[in-house]
């Protein structure tokens, strides 16, 4: 079981930027991908960006492409989603997700990730 607790979430005005961690517990982290996803009201729950194990190899979503950028420091169990050159568009709920994997993979398929935080809100302003 692995627990995982995000943070970082709060208001922002377009063009700004807000940083996001996420802190995973329990099982060893080096062992998961780890991923980014969002959730604006009434919406589904979509793909930002993802990360394989080592951190060698990310992933993103077309929309956040060269404003965001994931991370990971396995010795801190810690992920990070910076977040630069906000957009209103880019308002919802943040929630970091992972999974057991091979060593090289990410996915942005939502079905794929076993455990996930409980999200912090992401809102940004015009």
């Known amino acids: 079981q692995v627990q995982l607790v995000e943070s970082g979430g709060g208001l922002a005005q377009a063009g700004g930027s807000l940083r996001l961690s996420c802190a995973a517990s329990?099982?060893?982290?080096?062992?998961?991908?780890m991923a980014w996803f969002r959730q604006a009201p009434g919406k589904e729950r979509d793909f930002v960006a993802s990360i394989s194990r080592s951190g060698s190899f990310t992933d993103y979503a077309d929309s956040v492409k060269g404003r965001f950028a994931i991370s990971r420091d396995n010795a801190k169990n810690t992920v990070i989603l910076q977040m630069n050159s906000l957009k209103p568009a880019d308002t919802a709920v943040y929630y970091c997700?992972?999974?057991?994997?091979?060593?090289?993979?990410?996915?942005?398929?939502?079905?794929?990730?076993?455990?996930w935080g409980q999200g912090t809100q992401v809102t940004v302003s015009s």
């Open positions: 997700a992972g999974s057991g994997s091979s060593y090289y993979s990410t996915s942005s398929d939502l079905k794929s990730y076993a455990y």
């Open positions: 329990g099982r060893t982290f080096s062992n998961y991908r």
